[in-house]
């Protein structure tokens, strides 16, 4: 079955997100990782960030993801913008939702989190490492499991 068949469309812009992306995970300085992110489709808000070598985001819809001022992402993390539809009653054919991801600022994803749907991480937050966030994130809130359970709030 083709990509087509299974609902995946890729254009000029998913191979444009998938080079850049590609060259994002190569050792190089972090203002370096920024750029090609940033090329990649993601909107970077402000101009302070730590993103990790390892991260993977969604280069099906990177446009969906838009990464706050001083917002730290450890290395690992996965960020993905769309989910498998299963409330489709069509057993034969699979569809995705299509969401949005806000990190706020000064939030701080742990080292191998995953970030799923349609959500926003709060400004402050904590996501604690290996957790998967399919849920909002208030902000000052700490988030930590599989799945992501609220842990307690900051301060």
Not at 75 to 89: F, K, Q, Y
């Amino acid at each position: 079955m083709s990509l087509k068949q299974r609902g995946i469309n890729l254009d000029l812009s998913h191979l444009r997100a998938l080079f850049f992306f590609a060259l994002a995970r190569i050792p190089m300085p972090r203002t370096w990782r920024k750029c090609f992110i940033r090329l990649a489709g993601v909107n970077l808000v402000g101009h302070k960030y730590f993103i990790a070598r390892d991260v993977q985001f969604d280069s099906i819809h990177p446009g969906n993801i838009t990464i706050e001022n001083d917002a730290h992402i450890a290395a690992g993390v996965r960020i993905l913008t769309h989910r498998l539809d299963t409330s489709n009653p069509d057993l034969s054919d699979i569809h995705f939702i299509e969401g949005h991801i806000t990190i706020g600022e000064h939030a701080f994803i742990g080292s191998g989190a995953i970030i799923t749907g349609n959500l926003s991480i709060g400004r402050s937050a904590i996501i604690g490492a290996g957790s998967v966030v399919t849920k909002s994130v208030g902000e000052g809130e700490v988030w930590a499991g599989n799945p992501a359970k609220f842990i307690k709030k900051r301060g």
